[in-house]
């Protein structure tokens, strides 16, 4: 059916979203890339951020991803994420939490210190944050 | 003769014992069924990412297998297994069968050098009277696998193949079939073998170059078909202690109604001795 895609996003764990969606925006590893039904097949890495996403009649909502990868179809979208949390079941204290955490450890180096590692969870937190944020400012119905 | 009392002592260990076994098929039950909805909450992503898989290799097309070392298939002069055996017995054959899959292992090719990475304390503690390398081991994860412990062993399997260190890697697990079968599955993960299923010629965009899309794609595939043994291994361990409790809560039933019917045949065989001796005694008198 044209206007509709059905979106995807699967973790390890679990499938995380099976929805009817007209429209979504993925983190891609080169920036956020907006989904329209119709789209050329597709595939791309992910990098890390919020993924929003419009179920059909409903506002629009987000889900933190960090890392993985995309396969855009004309009338699917499949999101499989490492990690991935919805916006709403966010603490944002905690993400707040960990991104000082992050970036503590980044502005003083320690020797031995996996600086990969700690870039990960800044981004990691950094993409919770604002997904719980973008969330925050859905207006309620 | 046993005494009765002897008899009646047997039959009160043999229902204590026989608790023991109910108990435990009742907690594998429970667990089996948390285990298995693990299994199935994972398919989903390994399906999926292994479809990515044939799909990036298929618009990559024929020189797709030069595009990764962790494609490179070298021969096998050193390899690494790991073997995945539960941290607890009493599951029937499930550790025993793992052991006797990587015995064969050992024995079918005597001049390959192989470096075990165990998992679980069963194998474990078989292993280390032995005389074999033994890279590594963890233990006390054999029922509640996480991604991490996956990725951990996965990106240590990765290391050592593309250092060269060694030219391949097996996994030795037990495949949850049915909660009645187990079967032992000895899997080859590194060099890896591109899956060529899916692709159905549909011309996809890669928005990266096919070598840069599977430097990171190929690891995460390896990750996760090392996560879905775990979580096989672990739902199959539960499967095998609950067919094994089951079982032997039946014989148990089995030996008690023997031992009772000896019992009263022992019981019924002392009382006629007595009047015999009674009888006997009374007319000795007349």
């Known amino acids: 059916m044209a206007g509709i895609i059905t979106l995807e996003v699967a973790t390890p764990d679990r499938l995380l979203l099976k929805e009817q969606v007209s429209e979504v925006e993925v983190p891609a590893s080169n920036g956020a890339m907006g989904v329209l039904p119709e789209h050329a097949p597709l595939l791309s890495e992910l990098g890390s951020g919020p993924l929003a996403y419009t179920p059909v009649g409903a506002t629009k909502k987000y889900i933190a991803i960090n890392g993985g990868w995309v396969e855009v179809l004309p009338d699917r979208v499949r999101v499989l994420a490492e990690r991935a949390e919805f916006g709403d079941e966010i603490d944002m204290s905690r993400a707040e939490e960990a991104m000082k955490r992050a970036m503590e450890r980044l502005t003083h180096p320690t020797a031995g210190m996996d600086v990969a590692r700690a870039m990960n969870a800044m981004h990691r937190a950094q993409a919770r944050i604002e997904a719980a944020k973008a969330t925050g400012m859905v207006p309620k119905k | ?286």
């Open chain 2, 1 to 286: 003769m046993p005494s009765l009392i002897d008899i009646r002592r047997r039959i009160r260990s043999v229902k204590n014992t026989q608790q023991i076994t109910k108990a435990m098929k009742m907690v594998a039950t429970a667990r089996l069924r948390k285990a298995q909805e693990r299994v199935v909450n994972a398919r989903p992503y390994s399906r999926m990412l292994r479809e990515m898989v044939a799909n990036v290799a298929a618009a990559a097309g024929a020189e797709a297998s030069t595009l990764h070392p962790l494609l490179a298939v070298r021969e096998e002069k050193k390899v690494q297994l790991v073997l995945v055996t539960a941290d607890r017995g009493l599951a029937g054959a499930f550790n025993t069968n793992l052991i006797k899959a990587a015995q064969q292992f050992l024995a079918e090719k005597p001049e390959r050098k192989t470096a075990f990475e165990l998992y679980g304390r069963k194998g474990r503690d078989f292993w280390r009277r032995r005389d074999v390398e033994v890279s590594g081991e963890v233990t006390g994860i054999s029922q509640a696998a996480s991604y991490d412990d996956a990725e951990a062993l996965a990106v240590k399997l990765m290391e050592r193949f593309t250092s060269g260190e060694i030219d391949a890697a097996y996994i030795i697990y037990n495949e949850f079939k049915s909660v009645l079968s187990q079967q032992v599955a000895v899997k080859r993960i590194l060099p890896l073998a591109l899956p060529d299923d899916a692709g159905a010629g549909r011309d996809y965009i890669l928005e990266q170059p096919p070598a840069e899309f599977l430097k990171n794609l190929l690891p995460g595939y390896v990750e996760a078909q090392v996560y879905e043994a775990f979580l096989e291994s672990a739902a199959a361990e539960h499967a095998g202690r609950m067919t094994a409790m089951d079982s032997a809560t039946t014989n148990a039933t089995e030996v008690i109604s023997k031992l009772t019917l000896y019992m009263n045949r022992v019981r019924q065989a002392t009382i006629t001795r007595e009047i015999i001796e009674v009888v006997s005694g009374a007319s000795a008198l007349d």
